[in-house]
């Protein structure tokens, strides 16, 4: 039987989220209820148990296999080749970011994506150096989780996922959405290069797991509930960009007033 691409194991996993949420949705409280509103908004972790039990089996993924791959990454690679890899991981994306911009109605957020991608494929050097920012074109990023929320889709239960980590079924299936849109990914099955889209996935998740190294380090030390902590600081950073995603305008308005 022929390897699963990377593509169809995302919409196969995002499937997997759709059935979770109509599964493990909680019911709000009543409207009147701002104490409990707001409790209920904080949490909203109906699928709990479950929840920790996959975040202690990536814990344990991580403390053996990611952690360690990060770690020698950090050692064996230097801080100007760590970047580069991530310019290029940052400039692949750029196709489905534009996509989504375009979807949220961010027009000229998604003509700064096609700018940036054009001169950091070119005189960046195929897109391995972010010659962009320091012109002052400064990225922004995009999925189609936040597009989602961007129309107004609420984001469900509190899921963790394998390996992924914090997430919901809105995003969760945005995820699969990204992944199924992403124009590489078809070059890479028709031309039988799964191994690259497997590669490139790779090599993401261990050089983002090295730009996280000293954060999560300080948050498990300081925290009493790791996985509390991690659902809280998810939530809080997910609704930031989501918040940036639906008011763009203004917050380049607050930014230029920095």
Known sequence: MPPISLRRFALRMSLVFGVAMLAGCATPPPADDPDAVADFNELNDPMEP????????????????LRPAAEGYRAVVPQFGRNRVSDFIANLK??????NQVLQGNLSRAGVTIERFLLNSTFGVGGIMDVSTPMGIKGHDADFGETLAVWGVGEGPYLVLPLLGPSNPRDGIGYGVDSTADPLGYYLD????????????????????????DVLDDVKRTSLDYYSAMRSLYRQHRQAEIIDARNPASNAAAGADR
């Open 190 to 213: 028709d031309h039988h290069m799964r191994w690259v889209a497997w590669t490139r996935f790779g090599v993401s998740g261990i050089a983002t797991r090295e730009a996280y190294l």
């Open 50 to 65: 479950m929840n920790r039990f996959i975040f202690d089996n990536n814990m344990r993924a991580d403390r053996y296999i």
């Open 94 to 99: 750029s196709p489905v970011v534009f996509m």
